[in-house]
């Protein structure tokens, strides 16, 4: 079975400080892993997923399958990043379409 | 265009009673999933549908769960018996399809029985 981890329930950080959610992950094929973004009052939302490789609002995370982590990153936090996120891992194969996810990291942008 | 919703946005019930939870998905996406998130937890599997048929209910808690999606579009999340384990945020997510695709959540049902 897998299972993801996000060892902090909350991170804050200073406004133009780097930011670093950490995810890590156990599970024996090759996953996909994503990024989900939850802000105040809104619905969950895909923020990147490691296949794309793409950077969105300033986030990037890398798959590191040494490491068994997807942690997401950012050099400059804004306040408008404070929000819930989720890391949610896919496994690979056939059959494989639920996302398992992790209990979230709520981050706190300090003006 | 319209994303994926869900209908009530909250439904209080008392311990023992039934309730049905709505999801329309967003618009020509053949799958659907349905998650449930606890108070401190990330979202936890439930069931999917591919058109019709749940290809997997392997995340249904037990056999007061039931989905269904008759016409391969809106799906009922029903609990009969309720408990008060039960209340939660129940998710729904729909996605084009095919295994590599990105799922679109709704903004959530949130159940609290008393």
């Known amino acids: 079975a897998q299972r993801v981890t996000q060892p902090e329930k909350l991170l804050s950080v200073f406004k133009g400080a780097p930011v670093e959610l950490k995810c890590n992950y156990s599970?024996?094929?090759?996953?996909?892993l994503f990024w989900y973004v939850q802000y105040s009052r809104q619905r969950l939302q895909l923020l990147l997923r490691?296949?794309s490789r793409e950077s969105i609002k300033g986030f990037t995370a890398d798959l590191n399958k040494g490491e068994t982590s997807f942690h997401l990153k950012k050099p400059f936090a804004q306040e408008e990043d404070s929000a819930m996120y989720y890391c949610?891992?896919?496994?690979?194969?056939?059959?494989?379409?639920?996302?398992?996810f992790g209990k979230g990291t709520k981050l706190s942008v300090i003006p | 265009g319209a994303g994926v919703s869900q209908t009530p946005s909250n439904k209080v019930t008392e311990k023992g009673k039934y309730v049905e939870l709505r999801c329309d998905p967003i618009s020509g996406h053949t799958a659907l999933y349905w998650y449930r998130q606890s108070l401190g937890q990330g979202p936890e599997f439930l069931i999917y549908?591919?058109?019709?048929?749940?290809?997997?209910d392997s995340g249904l808690p037990n056999d007061r769960f039931f989905a269904v999606r008759p016409e391969g579009s809106v799906s009922t999340l029903k609990i009969q018996r309720t408990e008060r384990g039960d209340s939660a945020v129940y998710l729904c997510?729909?996605?084009?399809?095919?295994?590599?695709?990105?799922?679109?959540f709704g903004p959530g049902t949130r159940l609290l029985v008393l």
């Open positions: 949610a891992l896919r496994a690979s194969g056939a059959g494989s379409y639920q996302l398992t």
């Open positions: 490691h296949i």
């Open positions: 599970y024996s094929g090759s996953p996909e």
């Open positions: 997510a729909s996605s084009p399809g095919g295994l590599q695709k990105t799922q679109y």
């Open positions: 549908f591919q058109g019709t048929g749940a290809a997997d």
